[in-house]
């Protein structure tokens, strides 16, 4: 850990303690609960939340967005530092860390009762590392109906929509080409999954199948390889693209930015076989061993607020994704019953693969992100591409295995 890093993280932590109301007291004296996250739709639910939590109980939560990809890192180095959050929320994947980030195990699960596929989100060998707020993060195909009509159901199609879309002066489609969780479901078209109850699998014929095809698109020109998040939301809004492949947590957004012209579509199919998208939840970890720590009364008062149906319905308002509870969930599903879109978004988050919170799946994630780097650059042949991450991802697994020991 470098000295600069250990003077960030304490800055960091100065800068939100001085930003709490005076009004909060003498700050030896104060309750309050530290709390990072990287879904930045989730502040206003948390702005809101939290004021409320305050009031109910006295104890002030003190939430620090950042970006994805950054939260992980600096979760693993402020533990190591010993200045880590009581809590971070994040997808369920983190678990896959969960003994560098000294994640508590959640001995005694709290007793609201959870829609399909929740707990599991967040239990590895047979053990509950997180308490899951909300579920689904899956990826949908987001179209705009002043451009195409009506979505295609296949791949070809979409293809074969391609004339007429740029023909008005738009792009075809817009997705994050080197995000990994946008890879997936070109590699599901064609049976493969990155990791099973045998491992990880990234070696397969199925995988490499996969990836020829993924590479196909880049040749046909249909992949904008500098497509960031901007395209795939912004863009998308402003008509830039007819079509986007995006979250689920993007799904309000996109409707009531776009109004009448809003479509939503199922991943099309490719061959006949349809894309599957990964989803899990995102969940509430304790680094550090926070549950267990002095603060636990504190946590366990916040958790047990938070997977109340009014704090469920909303992060659902605010987020976008489904609540994990069962009573919230069937609340808002019965809402949408006549409601075409989100008959949409339900068949898609059923149709999904759930990813294993696993310490496979984590290096499996460094493992493909390299590969298909090279072989998307032409550095590598599709065979040496999925060999190489295979190779990679064991070895991670491995360094990871040595350095929590």
Request: hydrophobic fraction near 40%.
């Amino acid at each position: 850990m470098t000295m600069r890093y250990t003077f960030f993280v304490r800055f960091i932590w100065l800068i939100l303690v001085a930003s709490l109301p005076i009004s909060a007291g003498v700050l030896g004296k104060e309750r309050q609960l530290v709390l990072w996250y990287e879904k930045f739709e989730a502040e206003s639910a948390f702005t809101k939340l939290g004021q409320q939590f305050h009031a109910e109980t006295g104890i002030t939560l003190v939430v620090q967005h950042m970006p994805t990809g950054d939260l992980k890192a600096s979760s693993i180095r402020a533990v190591g530092e010993g200045v880590a959050p009581d809590i971070i929320f994040a997808p369920s994947d983190f678990i896959g860390n969960r003994a560098i980030l000294k994640l508590s195990e959640i001995a005694e699960p709290f007793s609201q009762p959870m829609i399909e596929g929740a707990t599991s989100s967040v239990t590895d060998g047979g053990k509950q590392y997180g308490v899951p707020l909300l579920y689904g993060n899956h990826l949908m195909l987001y179209f705009n109906k002043s451009l195409v009509a009506e979505s295609a159901n296949s791949w070809a199609g979409l293809i074969a929509q391609r004339e007429i879309v740029e023909g008005k002066g738009v792009n075809l489609i817009a997705w994050k080409p080197m995000e990994m969780y946008w890879v997936i479901p070109f590699l599901t078209a064609f049976g493969g999954v990155p990791v099973d109850d045998n491992g990880i699998q990234l070696g397969s014929p199925e995988i490499a199948k996969g990836l020829e095809y993924y590479r196909q698109q880049t040749e046909l020109g249909v992949i904008n390889m500098r497509c960031s998040y901007e395209c795939v939301y912004e863009k998308f809004i402003a008509g830039e693209y007819a079509y986007a492949i995006n979250g689920d947590w993007a799904f309000n957004q996109l409707k009531q930015k776009l109004g009448l012209d809003f479509g939503v579509a199922m991943l099309p199919k490719v061959d006949g076989a349809r894309m599957r998208s990964m989803s899990s939840s995102i969940t509430l970890m304790f680094p550090g061993d926070a549950l267990n720590g002095h603060r636990k009364s504190d946590i366990d008062s916040f958790v047990r607020f938070m997977l109340t149906a009014d704090a469920q319905r909303v992060m659902y308002q605010e987020t976008g994704m489904m609540p994990t509870t069962t009573q919230a969930y069937s609340e808002i599903k019965q809402s949408f019953k006549d409601d075409p879109d989100m008959a949409v978004f339900f068949a898609q988050m059923e149709h999904t693969i759930p990813m294993p919170p696993s310490p496979e799946m984590s290096a499996a994630w460094i493992g493909m992100a390299k590969g298909v780097a090279l072989y998307m650059r032409g550095k590598a042949t599709g065979e040496q591409a999925v060999e190489f991450m295979q190779t990679h991802a064991e070895r991670e697994l491995r360094r990871q295995s040595e350095t929590q020991k």
